[in-house]
């Protein structure tokens, strides 16, 4: 059989199968047609070397906001991809179902990497998202309408994956629970999961854990005070341990202010690793603190959590959590989507959501993804960027941010 691509001298790595050595794998049609220990360069159309790098599942952001020019916080995942070794983005609500059309037409459809969503409980999305401006979509509950949510599922079936609720103070105003009620209303009326927000109080996360079922995603679980999942001596709030036990799943989300080193460092020492790791990418966070989920990943692994781990909660959890067994996974016949990754030593310093430092003796580092069978270089793998100081937006319009980020009308 002639192969169209063939990945060679790699240490595979899938943790859906358990499988970690080194190995040759081969696409072909936009699949995974081979995976053994030696595969002849003259069998492919294509060879690619991977000696000294990890050749893993394409990961799959769960939470990111990828709706850009549509919503103030979005940025676009194809500029991202091949550097953060993302096949498949889960844009968390940026879109409601009022302008759900618009963010398939003209984002996800243009797309080259796979885009998959949330539909927001607010009918109009995050819409009012930058430094000057903090509009909480849920903080008009007029905007909460259950049924709209359910008729968007229902019409983007195929790249709908869940219902998405931001409540808190910021971004439900004095709505309080409400939000919450009214998502997970939509959310059991479409069969999907709940991707649940928390920022800070009210309400409080005392009264949204308990809400939460088996298979919904609290997002941000471990973000810094208020609502914290620990109390200010370390120990896991009993709240958490019984979502844990119930099968809520802990997701990162670490974004512009939502992940917390010495909130990570409590709840690992105890055993309550994240399910998952994302970025919360958007265009608040993209200079720092989060970057992408590489750096997110780097992160995590830096704190302790094993690299088997750090990858299976990109690659496989979030899989299982959007209900895609086809992704995720390194399998003769899956979809050909995989990330090409290294361990690159050194030192570096990372930087959480409230401005504490940790210092790391290696870092995940893209060489490149493969979509669908397509090879797609990162080109600036060799550029790893400055993650101890980034990008502060607070003396700057979200005109010049964004101008910055894809240039000027």
């Not at 971004?171 to 009620?181: L, N």
């Not at 603190?289 to 959590?305: H, Q, R, Y």
């Not at 979809?335 to 790391?360: E, H, K, N, Q």
Request: proline share 5%; aromatic share 6%; hydrophobic share 45%.
């Amino acid at each position: 059989m002639q192969f169209d691509l063939l990945l060679k001298g790699g240490r595979l790595i899938d943790p859906a199968s358990g499988l970690d050595a080194r190995r040759d794998l081969a696409i072909a049609n936009g699949r995974i047609a081979a995976i053994d220990a030696d595969i002849p360069f003259e069998r492919a159309a294509r060879v690619i070397d991977a000696t000294g790098s990890i050749v893993a599942p394409g990961l799959i952001d769960l939470h990111s906001h990828v709706y850009w020019g549509g919503t103030s916080l979005g940025v676009d995942a194809d500029r991202l991809a091949a550097k953060s070794g993302t096949t498949t983005f889960i844009d968390a609500g940026s879109a409601g179902a009022g302008n759900f059309l618009g963010f398939r037409r003209h984002v996800i459809e243009r797309s080259k990497v796979r885009i998959l969503a949330y539909v927001n409980i607010s009918f109009a999305g995050i819409f009012g998202f930058s430094q000057a401006v903090s509009v909480g979509e849920c903080s008009d509950l007029r905007l909460c309408e259950p049924r709209e949510a359910v008729a968007a599922v229902r019409e983007h079936a195929d790249t709908i994956v869940g219902v998405k609720v931001r409540s808190g103070r910021h971004a439900g105003g004095s709505s309080g629970i409400a939000p919450v009620d009214l998502a997970l209303e939509a959310a059991d009326q479409a069969g999907l999961p709940l991707m649940a927000h928390i920022d800070e109080p009210p309400p409080g996360r005392s009264e949204v854990l308990p809400r939460l079922r088996k298979g919904d995603i609290l997002t941000h679980c471990f973000r810094p005070f208020p609502n914290a999942p620990v109390f200010a001596s370390g120990a896991v709030r009993p709240d958490m341990r019984l979502a844990r036990e119930r099968g809520v799943i802990f997701d990162i989300g670490h974004g512009m202010g939502s992940f917390d080193f010495e909130v990570a460092k409590a709840m690992l020492s105890e055993g309550l690793a994240p399910d998952v790791i994302s970025s919360d990418v958007h265009l608040y966070c993209i200079d720092g603190p989060a970057f992408d989920i590489l750096v997110c990943m780097s992160k995590l692994l830096a704190l302790g959590m094993p690299l088997v781990e750090v990858l299976r909660a990109a690659t496989q959890r979030p899989a299982e959590a959007i209900a895609r067994p086809d992704l995720g996974a390194l399998a003769v016949g899956a979809v050909g989507d995989i990330a090409v990754l290294r361990l690159r030593p050194g030192s570096f310093t990372f930087v959480d959501a409230v401005g504490a430092s940790l210092v790391a003796e290696q870092r995940l580092v893209s060489d490149g993804i493969v979509i669908g069978g397509t090879w797609w270089p990162n080109e600036a793998a060799n550029d790893l960027g400055d993650t101890e100081r980034f990008e502060a937006h607070a003396h700057e319009t979200h005109v010049d941010v964004v101008s910055r980020h894809f240039g000027r009308g």
